[in-house]
């Protein structure tokens, strides 16, 4: 009984097999981005913030805009712009009648 003799033997190979994958037939056009240039940023950022003051006559049209800007993740674009339109919201919600206001926009204004 010999326990030293897996300690002296030389270190065991292990033997794989090779995978011989064939190539994907989507090539490598995944693994390239296709990240726009500045100005193509710069152009987005500019439709998005004419849009949001292009809501402005419907301060329900203009929660949800802001709330659609922050669930994508780019609020932080727009930080001015939204606390802008949340002030002007806020300060103008009691002069305004939505009596027809559903959960979902009383939700928004909370």
Same mark, same amino acid.
């Given at each position: 009984?010999? #326990?030293?003799?897996?300690?002296?033997?030389?270190?065991? &190979? #292990?033997?794989?097999?090779?995978?011989?994958?064939?190539?994907?037939?989507?090539?490598?056009?995944?693994?390239?981005?296709?990240?726009?240039?500045?100005?193509q940023l710069e152009d987005l950022k500019e439709e998005v913030r004419r849009e949001l003051i292009a809501a402005a006559s419907n301060s329900s049209e203009q929660l949800k805009f802001i709330d659609a800007v922050q669930r994508l993740g780019v609020a932080y674009h727009f930080e001015? &712009?939204?606390?802008?339109?949340?002030?002007? #919201?806020?300060?103008n919600y009691h002069d305004t009648d939505d009596i027809n206001d559903d959960l979902y926009d009383v939700a928004l204004r909370f």
């Open positions: 009984m010999s #326990t030293d003799q897996s300690a002296s033997s030389p270190a065991s &190979e #292990t033997n794989r097999r090779t995978a011989n994958y064939h190539p994907s037939i989507w090539g490598n056009s995944f693994i390239v981005s296709n990240f726009p240039d500045d100005e001015k &712009e939204i606390e802008e339109v949340l002030g002007n #919201t806020f300060d």
